[in-house]
């Protein structure tokens, strides 16, 4: 196997210029890194590419001195000069990194080529989760993979750097580095002079021959030195140079909108059938209504063209109109999708789906959300003879059903009675849970909860381990004598596979599921153990029958096969780990515009890699409605569906990302006028509105 290692090297920097030939303790940046870098037990030879600027024989002369050969090519087309560099030498595969990384780990580079060999990828990265320090980036590629990006790449991205277009098109795999996040945001490279200042500390005071975890541990123990770099954004040329070529949508048109709007609302209460899809939870300048969506993107009723960032109120995970899906869906419509009998197809969703979780032993099907979390609360009343259901009062929406919808402000037409069955506490707050079980012994029948957030502001707590919140949760119930209830409407399929239960090994009694099973197809689960699930069930002769879930459509074949392909697809894509991927990255692009452009006081980017969203404030730091629509109204007019959250699916590429997060720094611009101005001044209409409200 002939594995060429090539590291690209240039005098010219518009940030540092000369930086690999700066000296620390009479060596330049460059000797280290390639002394470091000979220390590889798998590449077969080193190559530096560099370019044809002044000066850089020194670049040559230095790697001459060390016995590594070097090539001068192209300055501008990056993936020429590294093409040409390896041509000739006919290599299996080829591994680049970049001589703006003086500690380079040669042990990562054999890993990273080793795991690449192991699942005979056309391309692997150790970063491609982002999990090591930014210095460290090692990437590995068959020859075949490289010479189709030299001969088929045209944009000018694509030609500036080396692997966009063979990322974007090569068999790869993301592997889990088990690498702690902690490590992600350090920066072990040299692009300013204040990283040169942190690796002439490091190498100063540890010496240049240690692995990267003791420089990494270093700068973790050593804040003021870590501060030293510590705002700098990672890959900021690359996301300088994407933002050149994008050319973002300006859609204004939005006049079948208007008249769609004029007549729905006479058909339909609200307008649709989801309140969180009312007009009143958009700007005015927005599509009324969608006519088809296809992968990450939908097209409106006048035919404007969006980047789709809520992707089905987070009901598809996969994509719209995703391929695998729609065929298992087609194949099952041609069996007809409901009979007299249960379909045959039922037997092997539920025991696909059990497979998913471990502890449970039964499940229920139903077509929407709060059918299974009501029949979760009625379970947890049969089995323990309770009235009382227990959930955080800062939750924004568990069921449309009277236990749920009776404690918010949309209480009219819910019995004064009711409404007081529910008791609530601070969401993910052990002591608030432990004072509402001392408030109301005996009478809790259940706590049901969200296993996970985005954020835990509202605890002040920044060393908060929600999973030992959620097993001291399930502890607590037990020790009471109520029982758990974990809602993975939202998080399962999204946190983790198939959720965050199963993330933090904990087991809830009972666990709630939807979005995202059937890539949006209508299918919802209720899942637990057979003690309490039976309950429901019509076998357990004399006992006293609980009327369940009992849907006409529960069962129909299209949505279980809908379900089916997609934990398939799941199972074989890793599209967690593709999600999370492009969560993190959208997040991190974000910061550093909302940095550049000095609003870290007036918008917040919460990164939460499943799901990141937004904060938006006003002059006084307040979150506001009027900023937060206008902001809406200024990405929709760039062609992005927004509402304040970005939700990953399997088809959102990182061109999607780019392109959002470019819209996203113009939307910025306007943002900080009308912070001066106000926002009255640049939003047409009326800010949206709470779903959950008193008075419309």
Known sequence: MKIIGVTQARVGSSRLPGKVLLTINGKTLLEYHLERAKKSKLVTQWVVATTEEEGANLICDIAAQLGIESYR???????????????????????????????????????????????????????????????????????????????????????????????????????DEGIDKKYASLRITVDESSDFEVIKHLIEHLGYNLPWKSYADYLLEH???????????????????????????????FKASDEYRKTIHNLIPGGGHTYSKGDDQFPILSPAAIVRGKGSHLWDVDGNEFLDCSMGLTSVSLGHAYEPILDAVRKELENGVNFQRPAALEKEMAETFLALVPGHDMVKFSKNGSIV????????????????????????????????????????????????LSVTFQSFNIESLKELFAKY???????????????????????????????????????????????????????????????????????????????????????GTKEIMELGGITREGEEKVFLISTTHGGETHG????????????????????????????????????????????????????????????????SQGYRTLFMQEMIKRGILFQGAFVPCFSHTEEDVYYFAKAFGESLQVYREALAQGFESFLVGEPAKAVFRKTL
């Not at 919460?606 to 938006?616: G, H, T, Y």
């Open 441 to 527: 012994p005996n009478q809790i029948a259940c706590v049901i909860t969200e296993p996970e957030k985005g954020n835990y502001p509202h605890l002040n707590n920044p060393d908060f381990n929600v999973g030992e919140f959620l097993q001291q949760a399930v502890d607590l119930c037990h020790a009471n004598g109520a029982l758990f209830i974990a809602d993975e409407m939202v998080t399962g399929f999204k946190t983790d596979f198939p959720g965050s239960i199963t993330k933090y090994n904990i087991k809830p009694d009972m666990a709630t599921w939807g979005k995202g099973i059937a890539n949006g197809f209508s299918f919802c689960a209720l899942t």
């Open 223 to 253: 804040q003021t030195i870590q501060n030293i770099n510590h705002s700098i954004f990672r890959n900021e040329g690359y996301m300088k140079s994407k933002f050149n070529e994008i050319a973002l949508r300006n859609i204004t048109n």
């Open 560 to 623: 279980l096969a809908a379900a089916i392909a997609t934990i398939k697809e799941y199972q074989n894509k890793n599209v967690i780990a593709h999600n999370h991927n492009i969560g993190k990255k959208l997040a991190a692009l974000c910061q550093q515009l909302v940095t550049e452009n000095e609003l870290t006081d007036f918008v917040e980017v919460v990164a939460a890699e499943w799901m990141p969203f937004f904060v938006f404030k006003d002059k006084s730091g307040v979150a």
């Open 373 to 420: 979390t009501t029949a979760a609360v009625k379970l947890a009343r049969a089995k323990t003879g309770r009235n009382l259901v227990a959930f955080p009062g800062d939750h924004p929406f568990y069921s449309y059903d009277d236990w749920f919808i009776g404690s918010t402000a949309c209480n009219k037409g819910v019995p004064d009675d009711i409404s007081k």
């Open 73 to 175: 090519g192209s300055l501008n087309d990056v993936l020429d000069r590294f093409y040409q560099s390896v041509k000739d030498k006919n290599p299996d595969y080829v591994v680049r990194i970049t001589s703006d990384c003086p500690l380079i780990d040669a042990e990562l580079v054999d890993k990273t080529i080793q795991f690449c060999l192991d699942n005979e990828l056309d391309y692997h990265s150790n970063q491609s989760k982002e999990a090591y320090p930014d210095g460290l980036d090692v990437e590995v590629f068959s020859f075949k993979a490289l010479s189709t990006a030299w001969e088929s790449a045209t944009a000018i991205a694509d030609r500036e750097h080396v692997t966009p277009f063979i990322r974007r098109n090569a068999k790869m795999k993301i592997s």
